[in-house]
């Protein structure tokens, strides 16, 4: 999400791989075409892991609806998150990368569940307390979060919807 060097390094090779096809010197060439397409557009997306762990699931829970309830797995990442969120705000654990593991799996559920809940996590009748959620991140000083920040408001589905909070909106805006 911030830098985009693998995606302009991507676009070189895919550019050089085809002068190399004109010029018929395509003989040791590790990834051919097919693969690169599909590479690129992996790479394409700001958070491309979040983006197949989300059209995963959705497809995942289509597919068992009988077996497992939508609404369990949505449950279960609303109390990740949370848990995360208070794990931070109440300063569990001493060491900087274990709070930022638990803000990156905080984002990371909320994001799935605002991709695949019916309302998303920014309404107000999501369980998810998201205006904790954003405060705590946007308090954690130990590390650099604009990336956490910027997938919050650029990977999520529902945080421009009518029926989201404005001070929800304004917490992210800024």
Same mark, same amino acid.
């Given at each position: #999400?911030?830098?985009?060097a693998?995606?302009n390094d991507?676009s070189?090779?895919?550019?050089t =791989?085809n002068? %190399?096809k004109? &010029?018929k010197?395509?003989g040791?060439?590790?990834v051919?075409?097919?693969?690169a397409?599909?590479?690129s557009?992996?790479f394409?997306?700001p ?5 197949v762990i989300s059209?995963?699931?959705?497809k995942?829970l289509?597919?068992n609806?009988t ?6 797995v ?5 109390v990740?998150?949370n848990?995360?969120?208070? #794990?931070v705000?109440?300063?569990r ?6 709070n930022?593991f638990c =803000?990156r799996a %905080?984002?990371? &559920? ?13 309404n107000?009748?999501s ?12 308090a ?7 990336g956490?920040m910027?997938?919050l408001?650029f990977t999520?589905?529902?945080l421009?919807d009518q029926?989201t ?6 917490l992210?805006?800024?």
């Amino acid at each position: #999400m911030i830098n985009p060097a693998i995606q302009n390094d991507f676009s070189y090779y895919r550019r050089t =791989l085809n002068r %190399m096809k004109l &010029a018929k010197k395509d003989g040791n060439i590790k990834v051919r075409d097919e693969l690169a397409n599909r590479m690129s557009l992996f790479f394409a997306y700001p958070t491309p892991m979040m983006k197949v762990i989300s059209e995963t699931t959705a497809k995942f829970l289509d597919a068992n609806k009988t077996t497992i309830p939508k609404e369990n797995v949505n449950e279960a990442l609303a109390v990740m998150a949370n848990t995360c969120c208070d #794990m931070v705000d109440k300063k569990r654990f001493d060491k900087p990368d274990t709070n930022l593991f638990c =803000l990156r799996a %905080m984002v990371g &559920a909320l994001i799935l569940y605002d991709h695949i809940a019916d309302g998303g996590a920014f309404n107000k009748k999501s369980p998810i307390h998201v205006k904790d959620c954003v405060t705590v991140l946007k308090a954690f000083n130990e590390a650099n979060i604009d990336g956490l920040m910027n997938a919050l408001r650029f990977t999520t589905v529902h945080l421009n919807d009518q029926d989201t909070p404005s001070a929800i909106k304004q917490l992210l805006a800024s």
